[in-house]
């Protein structure tokens, strides 16, 4: 993800996005008072997502993740784009690789997505939402016209650069070219089908030199791996997608993961 050293807090710590923004499915006014409403709708979305759309509206934190957000309200708000459009072999995800020059998460494969700006909006209702389209713009030149919202998982923690992250799905329902915008950020942009996702033979488990175990996947050319991947595991998981895989099969992270 792409950081901003302008961002806010919401002093309670709590999860700012569900239940805020179930309340404006199918309202096309959710962005009162601002000139680029935004909505939250699964109106129209193709019949293979209702296991997504099931799983976003049930799913609890800790079934996601042990990394929550500190109670105390600490870290940098921020969100990511879950893009899921319809390729030649059918569903598949909007993914880029960071570029190696970063300073947090370098090379890492990972959605699109950054940290809130003031211009973003209300942090607790849809602040993410915004970001999340604003950054995917930024990020890889996707057209947000075409992007359908349709749903919000909670919020997530990464301890290791101290984001605090809404993870806002979409379908991309008119898509539109994508490539990297800015090399310094991006290397590059690429789309992974939900059947390479769920081949077990793509499946692997990193080891990460804490001892730490996660979920990853080697498709196109590259390894995804942590907070990504651990998503993905858990979206395929809850969406009744996932197929029995090797857990044993593991891949050494270098020491500078």
């Not at 075409?146 to 809404?166: A, E, H, M, N």
């Not at 991309?172 to 800015?182: A, E, F, K, Q, T």
């Amino acid at each position: 993800m792409k950081t901003h050293e302008q961002s806010h807090v919401r002093a309670d710590g709590q999860t700012p996005d569900r239940s805020d923004v179930e309340k404006r499915e199918h309202d096309h006014t959710a962005g009162a008072g601002r000139d680029d409403a935004i909505a939250v709708t699964t109106e129209g979305l193709p019949g293979w997502l209702d296991p997504v759309v099931r799983a976003a509206r049930t799913i609890e934190p800790r079934q996601l993740s042990r990394f929550l957000p500190p109670e105390n309200g600490a870290g940098r708000q921020s969100a990511v784009l879950i893009l899921f459009g319809e390729g030649e072999r059918g569903p598949e995800l909007l993914l880029m690789e960071r570029s190696g020059s970063l300073r947090s998460h370098a090379g890492q494969p990972s959605f699109p997505g950054g940290a809130l700006d003031p211009e973003d909006g209300d942090q607790a209702t849809t602040g993410p939402l915004r970001a999340a389209l604003r950054e995917a713009e930024e990020e890889t030149g996707l057209d947000p016209r075409g992007v359908q919202l349709f749903g919000v998982l909670p919020r997530l923690y990464i301890p290791v650069s101290s984001f605090v992250v809404t993870p806002v799905l979409g379908w991309w329902r008119v898509p539109s070219p994508v490539g990297v915008v800015d090399p310094a950020e991006t290397a590059r942009v690429f789309t992974v089908p939900v059947a390479d996702l769920t081949d077990p033979a793509n499946r692997v488990t990193t080891v990460h030199p804490s001892g730490h175990l996660g979920p990853a996947f080697l498709v196109e050319s590259a390894l995804v791996w942590g907070f990504t991947a651990g998503v993905i595991d858990r979206i395929l998981h809850f969406a009744g997608w996932e197929r029995p895989w090797d857990r044993a099969r593991q891949v050494p992270l270098d020491w500078r993961a």
